[in-house]
């Protein structure tokens, strides 16, 4: 029974757009099958991106589907991506930023307004996240599942301060995240890993949510039909400045500490002199790292393409992707996008990555922040191109057959169907 709360509580909500006289009669009633939340989104990244893909997923299977998204995703490519994909939008006032208070207002107004069987949630850990789906649990009859796509790093990491130099303190600082944790817990129905190794068992352990309502659904991604060809592999090379003879190494994603690009930079040298790597992104580390480069001497084999509405040019026209994470990423779509293309990865071994692929196999692991193992794998796969080749064929297969969207969205559907029952 939903839980009656003052009116005085609430706060407007942006009206979704009108699409066509359908659309506009559904939101009178404001009512739909299912309503997808990309909670506490700081940018548009892949987290967000997999959630558009799943509404859009739904939406072709005649799902009448509504996100609700944040200031944040305002200015980005997520409302263009949305209305590509025939995903209803209402904006939100919430915001990590905004007081407890504010967001449980605009909280309360918003699942007034908007009604589904289903709500599907990112978990977020930002600040007065939580809230949503507490407010969500205690307004509405709505079944919620969120998908984990993303952690606090394991407690054993960070080491406990030593009194004394010898006497173990209290690991205060995990008590926030732990309390929230708990929370998540408790409002959700059931929660999707989208890893098999790392999240769950962290998540029974130290966070309280019961096996029984714990499944694994990893990302999934479209596969091209057809790979590029060879003319179109040229253009896209020439386009960026690099030739056929280039062994080329692509590293596309945020350019920020966490995300290992340093490291690869270091690796460069004394790579073959054929190795060429193209740098796809922009962040905060990107002015440091263009220093770096010259430094080095590695000017005229390192290049910074900066931020790229369509990446997947130049990721398909590589001869291999390098993920070179040093934080415990969990799931790595760069990886498996790559390999959709029949591209190889070279890819940190940390967090859900280990288990996209057999190293040796469809690619090679590395260990976090190894700039010598980085170099030694990447020197392996240049010096024998046609190896590197059949690893990529590999990759691909296993793409198809293990990360496909459709295969995905079908296990969500399905998920969603067991909720209602």
Known sequence: MPLALPLSLATSVAPARNVDSAVALRRMTDRYDLIYLPLGAAAFGGAERSLLDLAGGAVARGKRVLTLAEPALKDTLFPALAAERGVDLAWVDWAPERSLLHVVRSAIATFRRYRAPVIHFNISWRPGMWSV??????????????????????????????????????????????????????????????????????????????????????????????????????????????????????????????????????????????????????????????????????????????????????????????????????????????????????????????????????????????PDALRDALTALARDRNATSEMGGRARALARERYSFDRVLEQYLTAYDELSK
């Open 133 to 370: 789906p507490v407010v969500a649990r205690l307004l509405t009859s709505a079944r919620l599942i969120g998908s984990m796509r993303a952690m606090p790093d394991p407690h054993g990491l960070i080491p406990a301060k030593r009194h004394f130099g010898f006497v173990p303190g209290m690991r205060l600082w995990h008590v926030p995240e732990v309390i929230v944790g708990h929370v998540w817990a408790r409002a959700l129905h059931s929660t999707v890993s989208i890893n098999r190794d790392d999240f769950p068992a962290r998540l029974i352990r130290h966070y309280g949510y019961r096996r029984d309502r714990l499944r694994v659904i990893y990302n999934g991604v479209h596969i091209p039909a057809a790979l590029p060809s060879p003319d179109e592999r040229a253009e896209s090379r020439r386009r960026f400045g690099f030739s056929d003879r280039d062994f080329l190494l692509c590293c596309a994603g945020r350019v920020s500490t966490e995300k290992g690009i340093a490291h690869l930079v270091r690796a460069m040298e004394g790579t073959p002199p054929e190795c060429c790597l193209a740098i796809v992104g922009d962040g905060p580390a990107r002015a440091e790292l263009e220093v770096e480069v010259k430094e080095r001497g590695l000017a005229d084999r390192v290049r910074f393409l900066g931020f790229q509405a369509d990446p997947y040019g130049i990721i398909g026209a590589s001869d291999v992707v390098v993920v070179p994470s040093t934080w415990y990423e969990a799931f790595g779509r760069t990886v498996v996008e790559a390999m959709a293309y029949g591209v190889p990865v070279v890819a940190s071994r940390i967090g859900g990555m280990g288990e996209l692929f057999d190293s040796g196999v469809e690619g090679l692991l590395v260990p976090a922040g190894d």
